[in-house]
């Protein structure tokens, strides 16, 4: 049975930081891609970061930037969000997402609050 489970979001004041993890089992993790997308009320579904199976290749929405990084430890079949400088427009429910050819599997969410 596939699962994601995703963990470490909360409410946290501007300019914090939170560190987000998603555990992985039910495959064969290391073989696979993984996103990080982000959902705000009342907006689509963003791509915030993807990081390739190795780890070695990495890429980021223009919104986090410099301000997130993706990383993953196939040895723990986890893949983790660093967030800093977090800002009020950062608040969503942030999902972790493994894909590979056309398997495409996701986690039930976690929120992030940024809020004064």
């Known amino acids: 049975q596939v699962q994601l489970v995703e963990s470490g979001g909360g409410l946290v004041q501007p300019g914090g930081s939170l560190r987000l993890s998603c555990v992985a089992s039910?495959?064969?993790?290391?073989?696979?891609?993984m996103r990080w997308y982000r959902q705000a009320p009342g907006k689509e579904r963003e791509l915030v970061a993807v990081?390739?199976?190795?780890?070695?290749?990495?890429n980021y929405a223009d919104s986090v930037k410099g301000r997130f990084t993706i990383s993953r430890d196939n040895a723990k079949n986890t893949v983790y969000l660093q967030m800093n400088s977090l800002k009020p427009e950062d608040t969503a429910v942030y999902y972790c997402?493994?894909?590979?050819?056309?398997?495409?599997?996701w986690g039930q969410g976690t929120q992030v609050t940024v809020s004064s």
């Open positions: 990081i390739s199976s190795a780890g070695g290749i990495t």
């Open positions: 997402n493994g894909f590979r050819f056309r398997d495409d599997y």
């Open positions: 039910g495959f064969t993790f290391s073989a696979y891609a």
